[in-house]
């Protein structure tokens, strides 16, 4: 376990997402022309995420809403801009193809914990912190294990055991149970909703709208 974690890892995720490339690839500049015809420019969007031991960086997602704004100039609010192909983006979480390249710079893995708003950071347990010992990645156990239908708390004590647990075999689990559940949209929030639980430390949450 001790190579998988201080190296193996690292060339599994680089293993995987180049001899996948000519699948996702060609799938991503497709998604890209439809999100700039449909969308306009920019199709991307990104934001500032904590990944390993809390270190900031920039995380890529394809856009999901409009930049309709009021007669004011503020953009109105999420769930006027998100339109039915963002919707559908979201539901068949193409909208999360350009991690991808996030997993090639080393920001992210395939497996990991989910990275969430830096805003969170002051409020986790010293437990809770344990999240991030290693890369976020883009589904992780607690994704598979119920992903918006769990409490922060079960999703934190999801990512700590990961960390404490992280193996090869343990990933391609995650990873092939991953497939299943993005198949049958089991644990997605209705992005027509638009709301989601924000973490307020403890056991404390308040809704917020949600992101990108």
Known sequence: MNLYRQGG??????????????????????VWLLVRGKLGAPAFFHQPRPGWRGEVFEIWKFRTMTDARDTHGNLLPDLERLTPFGRWLRRTSLDELPELFNVLRGDMSLVGPRPLLIRYLPRYSPEQARRHDVRPGITGLAQIKGRNDITWEEKFRLDVWYVDHLTCWLDIKILFLTMGKVLVREGVVEPATGIHQEFMGGARTDTEKSPE
Do not use: C, E, G, S
């Open 9 to 30: 890892k690292r060339l599994f995720d680089l293993a995987i997402v180049v001899l996948a490339a000519p699948v996702w690839l060609p799938l991503t500049f497709v």
